[in-house]
């Protein structure tokens, strides 16, 4: 049995965001990220049995609308089809699930038993009208996301493989659940979520005791917990069947329209999506307290919701927080503005909130006020163009560019079938349509049949700076660059699946500094205190550039690049001592060996220039730039050219 939502203990925010899509799923969605046992996937379950049943054609597969007949659907196809309400669909997207199973494939009973295409519905259909819901979201695979990307773009899935070609409407509530311990999502899938939630583990012990004690309880006997619930999981799915018919009368006035785009220029947001998001929120929000005029107000606590997922921060503003952000930007003085009781963030909701029990109304001043200006209704779902970028790479050593495919990719999305005796990923419709097509009354499959699947996969760079921070005058602003250029790096690789480390060498031996990642603020931290000083032990970089690299290739399937910034000028040897140049040079001829693209920086600012760094460059086959205004634009602008980004 699933855990009652009315039961659940603290959260307000979260609980508050699952209602608010319940009733406006074109919000588009939540993502809720927090540590593990803070009820995230109780929360998501939940909502489903307190949402109002949807209306179908009776046994279809697609969840068909009766006014949305599909040819695919047989069920639709009936002469006397029939209509039904159904639960709300609640279908759980495992992160090892194949693309023929998300989108739909070639229905082989079918093939072997009617000798005809048709569809096989895929995760996508099953979810049409429900809920899509994604734990751990920021762990599936690339090629998925894309296809969702597509498909929450369009709400509409279109599968054409083995001759197929079928579209069929897939609208659903988007929530995917993560830890952001465990790595972020690419920003075009971020922002294709409508809110965003924080959440934690409770702080006071009492409130954590009663968590437990309603899980023992439910625990030990479900049946008679949940009947225990029963009115509190009616008056909620009363309050989201209320607030639907609520929604299309609540109005925005035209000040608060420009307070919503004032909020985002602000705040630096750069996705439209989100004026838009934030518009229905605040809508939705209103609708859900039982009212009808939006206040500055209201626009405030959905942004709260709609926007930090958004938010660019600008590198004076890294310490500070969102909401506080929120609280020093003021609405146009012509929007109305109503007062809103103070928020207990750690307050334990056990009931519902009466759908009118936030029933006052704005002063007559600032009704006589809006009355003049333009309202705003209920916005239409809106179609928006898919953001899916290409970032198909190719496996050769030498960095050609993040766009060729890769062919062999055994996780990667399928392409077409190939004939081949000795598949090693066996296209099964193919295979099967081979063996019909030679038109046989009794038809056997041979090794002929067989064929191998071709997929297509994406991968990206190992991006690692090795930065000299040595004691020269330069030194400083020199990593100041490169950490301006790794935050920079950082930004695009969400997108391409980079990750960006950095080796820095000063004194008697170099440090890893940033151990490769995607993600910004452990960047920013660990980048933070930035050492300089000291001689110049390029060998030692050198070393640990070559065991780092050879470590990560076992694991991580990213093309490397190495950048190194320095002069050249190595004085500190190995452990062992030797001639620190020499070593510098055949270690740099073994780097070569191992197929690595390098550029080399050359950082030498002196009158007269020994051209060392030139010399490594050609040591590992490298191309080396000198850069005379080493920013971390000029940096960031160099590399990514010689990646083709």
Known sequence: MIYPFSALVGQPRLKQALLLCAVDPGIGGVLVRGDKGT????????????????LRVAGSLFNCLPNE?????QACQQPNWQTEEVAVPFVNLPLGATEDRVLGSLDLEGVLVERKKKLQPGLLASAHQGILYIDEVNLLADHLIDSLLDVAAMGVNTVQRDGLSVNHPARFMLIGTMN?????????????????????????AAERTEVVRRRIAFEADPVLFVNQWDNEQKAIARQIQQARQLLPEVRMTDGLLTFISQLCTQLNVASLRADIVLYKTALTLVALAGRTDVTADDIRQAAELALPHRHRKKPAEENRQFENQLDELQPP????????????????????????????????SSRDESQQEQVFGVLPVLSTPSLVTETNVSQQPTVTGRRNPVTNAPRGSFVRAVPDQRPTDLAVSATLQSAIHRGDDEWKITRDDLHQSVRVGKTGNLI??????????????????????????????????????????????????????RDIEQAEQALQNLPTGGRTPLPHALQMTAELVESLQ??????PFVVILSDGKANVPLPGGGDAWQQT???????RDQSLSTLVIDTDTDYLRLGRARELAQALGAECVALDDLTADTITKTVSSRLNL
């Open 39 to 54: 009820a995230k996937s109780t929360a998501v379950r939940g909502l489903s049995a307190v949402m109002p049943p949807i």
């Open 69 to 73: 007949p599909l040819d695919a659907c």
């Open 180 to 204: 952001p311990e465990e790595g972020n999502l690419r920003p075009q899938f971020l922002d294709r979520f409508g809110l965003v939630v924080d959440v934690t583990a409770p702080r006071d």
């Open 333 to 364: 003085s012509d929007a109305p503005h109503q007062p809103q009781p103070k928020k207990n963030n750690d307050q334990s909701e056990t009931a519902p909130q009466s759908p009118n029990g936030n029933s006052s109304q704005s002063d007559e």
């Open 464 to 517: 690692l700076f090795v930065v000299d921070a040595s004691g020269s005058m330069a030194a400083s602003r020199r990593m100041e660059a490169v950490k301006g250029s790794v935050v920079s790096l950082l930004t695009d690789a969400y997108q391409h699946r980079d990750r960006v480390g950095v080796i820095a060498f000063r004194g008697v031996e170099s440090q890893l500094l940033l151990a490769p990642t």
């Open 554 to 559: 076992k694991s991580d399937k990213r093309q």
């Open 585 to 591: 040079i055949r270690l740099a001829n073994q780097l």
